[in-house]
């Protein structure tokens, strides 16, 4: 049987060129040799203030970009998760034997909640547990991630053990991160030393995969590098041009080092040049078909999640009545 590989992504907006080659990207070849699931983890994203409008456009937005990308509903699974309420049913269930020492300790938590822990949302503080159902509701045996997610497969594996001790048989397997070793960690085209983001204040820190080519020739042009002459690559000496060198390689699937031996002589505006075209030839395609589908066929769209949220709820209802039974609830 193919092992269980369950992640999703927080429809929080147009996604930028860090979620493709951070997830997206290594998803792809997973669907011929592993039983996916991919959600949109819609329940996780309200942890912060939405506008509902907006977030029901962001749903279509997200779904629209994992077909696009290359997801194959033929293939795998795709549903909103607030669709399959299993996933917050156990949430519940398994907050019940989560120790709160466990989650103050999260690295997330810490960031976002800063010094004034006390005014954020009870939500914000316990999210750990539900990604933790959202992998468990399956019995997933892995999760893909990138090595700053570790932390959150430890504690759904504690978690899991958790349960398992209380209801005194070894009813959960305990997954497994799924570290991608290719996965980018793009950064921002301002600042080097800071993930690309969505929710940057500058447009034009991010590649986002709608931009149009006129677009990414602009954002690549005006992106931060120095004013040594050679590129090379250097993380701590030389962030920016360190980065737009791995974002050449990533996309190209070639090896930084055999990207710098073709640059190293050449000029930054050159090399900036075929930067675009490659991010050109390789985004603009996806970001046709995203904006194909949500102005010309949102219908197929909501169908993908609504067959996809079918699918799911037969695995999650089988294995939550399982786990009812084992808590002691009544049949």
Known sequence: MKKCVVSGIQPSGIMQLGNYLGAIKNWLPL??????IFFLADLHTITTPQDPEELRKNVILTAATYLASGLDPAKITIFSQSKVPQHAELGWILS?????????????FKDKGGEDKARVSLGLLSY???QAADVLIYKADLVPVGEDQRQHIELARDI????????????????EAMIMKTAARVMSLKDGTKKMSKSDPSDLSRINLIDSKDDIVQKIKKAKTDSITEIFYDKETRPEVSNLLEIFAYLTEQKIDSVVE?????????FKQDLAEVLIDKITPIGDKIKSLCDN???YV???????AQKASILAEKNIAE???LCGFIN
């Open 128 to 130: 750990p547990v539900l």
């Open 297 to 299: 066929d949102e219908e």
């Open 302 to 308: 909501r169908k993908i999640l609504f067959q996809g």
């Open 160 to 175: 899991a053990a958790s349960f398992n001790r209380y209801v005194k048989e070894s009813y959960f397997n305990l997954p």
């Open 96 to 108: 019940c034997m989560t120790s709160l020492g466990w989650l103050e300790r999260m690295t997330q």
């Open 262 to 270: 073709k640059y190293k002589t050449q000029l930054m505006g050159k």
């Open 31 to 36: 669907q011929d040799s592993h039983d996916c």
């Open 323 to 325: 786990i009812k039974s």
